[in-house]
């Protein structure tokens, strides 16, 4: 109950000023396309370099969680997800926002992104210690595992057919291994300048998400003169909030996805929301809804995405080991204060430490209030005549894509994704798998050249990557993965085959009719 | 020098076409005309005046490119060396005089940002890059890039850290002759992490493995973190990484050398990899500082190469770095161009049989 000595210090006129300020300025740059919460800390740190260790922290984890969360405004009102981590948000928050439900989506999102933050951040507190232990397990065979998981789920994830799905996550896969591999150092596919530093996700996930949908609003502001997109709808706020935490199911299974995503180093803290997804959708009653605006899609995706800020930052307060992305973006922040990860954080600079984790949990209590009112109010974006919004987002995206790395190769290819996106979209393609495959295809081939080293060093890469506990857990997690998707694909076609044979025997009993009838 | 005469001549170009527009016959012409010598005119003008730099150097801010991610080491320490460029004493500048901010141009291991940075970046001072040795002479033996010591001219260093060969707190090895026994005995069954290939680390492995005569495998990690990860989570048995992180991690680790000629301040008790008996040098050390391309002034080198160093001697800069645990080692032109050309020496031989 260390922590809770410290709790004052957050409540001083000036923390409480940054965490307001770092709150709404998180939630607005993680709406737009490209500024994702890594980006986002990355550019707050060096404002944190003439700050109080304790100030600059709090405005950076406050920066931190509301672009999480601010990432679903974008995806549920536009379809562009604002960072890889709210993927899963589009699937039926924007299907939601397309029946005119598109506040009741929003307050869905931040009520589930508030349930999840502060699961996240209390196990951050409690379990600090055990948790950081079973951080260190996850070497490459592991991590390896997990992604082979991930890859198990991108045919079921946002497809019309797993075929496509599956098509779809091979393409995102073989778009992955283009450029300098980190592990080899060596070329591949680099057939232009442009293509040198490889394809970046945040790249591709806005040309993937984006471009189409500026091409479509143009397609739409031809046709009709029906200027606003669709409405934000009516929804009453409270019960919103009080329905979405009754779908207690939805929010356990996204916060403990979350957490465990988030702690794992490596695996990347954009894939929670889509395994949350996915778990959600097999164990629901009725997994036909989802991809249709089922708000169990968006509470599991946005639960899961904030529950994973908290646990992310376990292996890298202790061990130095971030367990994000945008964690591994925070360690610079903690350096520059000569706050070294370790034990030492949690005795000499308690006081720091402790005031930023429980800046945290407050910050969770604003990016809910401040995400609410932002809610009720951005009905105006609905409301923007389609061509104005093309206009607004193709610009956003090239404006975004630049400045991930201030790289104007990147906004080639984002263009021409884009376009081969919208062609593709016209064939049923969707975008979601193909950027799960550029994910999860680095991640499992650089853990796989790493464990086949390890492994021929020591007792055979098939051992190696068979044994220990760890493995086996996730081997069996990848194969009851498959399982379920043949066996519900099996069960989907013995209704078809039922269906088809019904129709069938009515056919042949007419014509036995017939044929009996000709006989006489 | 060459500059300047260019700047006069088209200074002189723009009067003689101010008085032609005075003369009888220009007002003869065409409106069209007069719009497009108008135009030409104006566009002479800024050419004189964006060549004229070499005499009111620097007027504006100066970027540094960071060929690596924000918050990276390199990354940090570039910000926090360049704190003071436009600090000011009696309203004189003590080092460049004017701000400096940094543009990441992350990718490929630092060798897109190089690439753009020797191909593209503007030669006239208003554009430096962070350099990383030995990453940026290795991979320019290695690969076919852009940028080699030759076309890059260096102005200042502001530190330096060496690679230390940690284990982990469980491993049986607690000196270099333990582990290079058990290598001598087991050929090819130790592991080593480093941050990547052709970095500091991979040079201190290769040398350890050539100088000790042992078969030791390398696995490269995902930057130094991920290369840390894999000795403290146990998965490789020894590893290469920065001996400001590893002091840090000393709680997790042991470190049983530093790869450079001398002991660190920041590890008193740590021998050298020399005095453990492994004849190497220290080429595998991470040098970081600023450079220009070739092309640049040689008056704005000049003065780059004055200003920087006393820029990375702020007192503030030095203080900051000692807090974040950056080990500091300031140089000037002069030392980098021969350190520069040693370790292409002796890199372009280490890394013969490799490309």
């Not at chain 1, 307001?20 to 986002?40: C, D, N, Q, R």
């Amino acid at each position: 109950m260390e922590f809770l000595n410290y709790f004052g210090n957050v409540f001083t006129v000036y923390h409480m000023s940054l965490l307001i300020g770092g709150t709404l300025a998180g939630l607005i740059l993680g709406a737009l396309p490209g500024l994702s919460p890594t980006m986002a800390v990355a550019l707050m740190i060096p404002f944190t370099f003439h700050m109080e260790p304790a100030a600059g922290l709090i405005l950076l984890g406050a920066m931190y969680t509301a672009t999480v969360a601010g990432g679903a405004i974008s995806a549920i009102l536009v379809n562009v997800p604002g960072a890889p981590a709210n993927i899963a948000t589009a699937l039926d928050g924007h299907k939601l926002a397309g029946q005119g439900r598109a506040a009741e989506a929003l307050f869905y999102c931040f009520t589930s992104s508030f349930v999840g933050g502060i699961i996240g951040i209390i196990i951050l507190i409690f379990f600090t210690p055990p948790l950081a232990k079973l951080a260190l397990k996850f070497g490459p065979t592991e991590l390896f595992w997990i992604a082979i998981l991930g890859i198990t789920i991108i045919g079921t994830i946002g497809s019309k057919s797993v075929v496509m799905g599956l098509l779809s996550g091979i393409i995102g896969i073989a778009l992955s291994t283009i450029g300098a591999n980190p592990m080899l150092g060596e070329d591949r596919f680099v057939y232009n300048e442009h293509l040198e530093s490889g394809i970046h996700i945040v790249a591709a996930l806005i040309g993937l998400f984006a471009i189409p949908q500026v091409l479509n609003l143009i397609e739409k502001s031809r046709d009709a003169k029906d200027a606003a997109i669709h409405d934000l709808g009516e929804s009453n706020v409270l019960k919103a909030v009080l329905y979405n935490l009754t779908r207690i199911k939805a929010l356990s299974i996204g916060s403990i996805i979350g957490v465990i995503v988030g702690v794992i180093p490596g695996a990347g803290g954009q894939i929670a929301g889509l395994v949350a997804y996915d778990q959600a959708k097999k164990l629901s009653k009725n997994p036909d809804k989802f991809g249709k605006g089922e708000p169990d899609g968006v509470i599991a995706a946005e639960s899961a995405n904030n529950a994973m800020v908290g646990p992310s930052l376990v292996p890298l307060l202790t061990l130095s080991i971030p367990g994000s992305p945008t964690a591994a973006v925070l360690l610079g922040g903690l350096l520059i204060h000569g706050l070294f990860p370790g034990p030492t954080l949690f005795t000499e600079h308690a006081e720091v430490t402790w005031t930023f984790i429980n800046s945290l949990l407050v910050a969770q209590v604003f990016m809910l209030i401040i995400g609410l009112i932002l809610s009720r109010h951005s009905g105006w974006i609905m409301k923007v005549p389609a061509h104005f919004m093309a206009a607004t987002i193709f610009i956003l995206a090239v404006f975004g894509t630049y400045s991930i790395q201030s790289s104007y190769s990147d906004v080639l290819i984002m263009a021409t994704l884009g376009v081969f996106m919208y062609f593709g979209s016209k064939l049923g393609f969707s975008p979601a798998p193909v950027v799960l495959g550029i994910i999860l295809g680095p991640i499992a081939e650089d853990n796989f050249l790493q464990g086949k080293l390890i492994g021929e060093a020591s007792d055979g890469v098939f051992n190696y990557f068979t044994s220990g506990v760890l493995n086996i857990t996730m081997i069996t997690l990848v194969v009851l993965s498959i399982g379920y998707s043949a066996y519900s694909e099996a069960k989907m076609n013995k209704l078809k085959q039922k269906i088809l044979a019904d129709k069938e025997r009515n056919n042949s009993n007419t014509q036995k009719d017939n044929n009996t009838q000709g006989a006489v | 020098m060459y500059q300047r005469t260019k700047t006069c001549q088209l200074t002189k170009m723009c009067q003689r076409i101010k008085v032609y527009q005075r003369t009888k016959k220009y007002q003869r012409k065409s409106k069209f005309t007069k719009l497009g010598i108008m135009l030409g005119t104006s566009l002479l003008t800024i050419a004189a005046t964006t060549n004229s730099y070499a005499e009111g150097y620097p007027e504006r801010p100066i970027g540094v490119m960071v060929a690596y991610n924000p918050g990276g080491a390199t990354d940090f320490q570039a910000r926090i060396a360049t704190l003071a460029s436009a600090k000011m004493k009696d309203d004189k500048p003590i080092s460049i005089g004017q701000p400096i901010y940094v543009t990441n141009k992350p990718g490929a291991g630092g060798r897109k940002g190089w690439n753009w940075f020797a191909d593209k970046a503007p030669k006239d001072g208003y554009m430096m890059a962070a350099y990383n040795v030995p990453h940026f002479i290795a991979q320019s033996i290695v690969y076919d890039t852009k940028y080699n010591i030759n076309n890059l001219e260096p102005v200042g260093n502001w530190g330096a850290d060496p690679a230390v060969l940690i284990v982990g707190k469980d491993s049986p090895f607690n000196t270099v002759a333990d582990l290079v026994a058990f290598a001598k005995e087991n050929p090819g069954k130790i592991t080593v992490s480093g941050a990547g290939k052709f970095v500091g680390h991979h040079i201190a492995h290769l040398q350890l493995a050539k100088a000790a005569g042992i078969d030791i495998k390398y696995v490269p990690g995902k930057g130094g973190v991920g290369a840390m990860k894999l000795v403290k989570g146990g998965q490789v048995k020894a590893g290469f990484n920065n001996l400001s992180d590893a002091a840090r991690a000393s709680e997790d680790i042991k470190i049983l050398a530093v790869a450079d000629l001398e002991r660190h301040s920041f590890l008193p008790d740590v021998p050298t990899l020399k005095e453990s008996g492994i004849d190497v040098d220290n080429s595998s050390v991470n040098f970081r500082g600023l450079m220009v391309p070739k092309g640049t002034p040689q008056d704005v080198i000049d003065y780059l190469a004055k200003s920087v160093p006393v820029m990375f001697e702020d007192s503030k800069t030095i203080g900051k770095m000692k807090q974040t645990n950056s080990p500091v080692k300031i140089m000037s032109r002069d030392e980098v161009v021969a350190m520069w050309a040693e370790r292409q020496t002796a890199l372009s031989a280490l890394l013969e049989g490799l490309k």
